[in-house]
C-alpha cells in the first residue's frame, strides 16, 4: 500500500461553517470520509490529521517525510508565511502536493505567494474539496511510479 499523510492546518476544523461562501459546506470530517473511499481504490493507505499550531504541523510533516510517506498538505494560512513549514518538507525528504479549498490567486494578494509551493511536486487550488481527491490521486501516481531503490545500487 501507498502511505499518504493528509495534512490540514489552521482553521481547517472549522469548514463547514467558516465563510461557506468562500470555503463551501463541507466539513473536514466529510471530506476525510471521502479521501478514504478514494483511498481504498488507489491501494492508499491515509492518515489524516489537522491541528492549529505551526510546530505541531512541522512535526507532522517531519513524521510523514522520515517514514517515507507522501503528503498531502492543505496549510492553510501557514502557506503563506511559515518557513519552518517549508523547511520540513525540504528536510524530511518528503514528496509533497499543495492543496487548497479557495482559489489562493483570485484572492488578497497576500495569498498568492506561498512558501513552501517551491518545495511541492505540485499545487492545486480553487476546486473546493474536490482539490484534495486531485491532489490525492496526483500523488498517490507520483508515490507509485518512484522508481524503487534497487538493492545492488549501494
Ligand atoms: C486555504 C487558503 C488560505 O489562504 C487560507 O488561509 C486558509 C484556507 C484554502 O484551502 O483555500 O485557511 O488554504
Redesign the pocket.
Known amino acids: 500500500m501507498i502511505p499518504i499523510h493528509v495534512l490540514n492546518?489552521?482553521?481547517?476544523n472549522l469548514l463547514g461553517r467558516r465563510e461557506p461562501g468562500?470555503?463551501g459546506t463541507a466539513t473536514l470530517a466529510a471530506i476525510e470520509c471521502d479521501l478514504r473511499v478514494q483511498a481504498e481504490a488507489l491501494d492508499v493507505a491515509l492518515t489524516f490529521r489537522q491541528t492549529n499550531h505551526e510546530g505541531e504541523l512541522v512535526g507532522f510533516v517531519q513524521e510523514a517525510g522520515l517514514a517515507g510517506a507522501g503528503i498531502l498538505i492543505?496549510?492553510?494560512?501557514y502557506?503563506?508565511t511559515s518557513v519552518a513549514l517549508r523547511d520540513a518538507i525540504s528536510g524530511s525528504g518528503a514528496l509533497a502536493v499543495e492543496?487548497?479549498?479557495?482559489n489562493?490567486h483570485a484572492?488578497e494578494a497576500f495569498?498568492h505567494v506561498s512558501l513552501i509551493a517551491p518545495v511541492c511536486a505540485g499545487v492545486i487550488?480553487g476546486f473546493g474539496p474536490r482539490?484534495y481527491r486531485l491532489g490525492l490521486d496526483a500523488l498517490a501516481h507520483l508515490m507509485a511510479s518512484r522508481t524503487p531503490i534497487s538493492a545492488s545500487e549501494d
Open positions: 492546518g489552521p482553521n481547517l468562500i470555503y492543505n496549510a492553510a494560512a502557506t503563506h492543496v487548497h479549498l479557495s489562493v484572492r495569498r487550488s482539490s
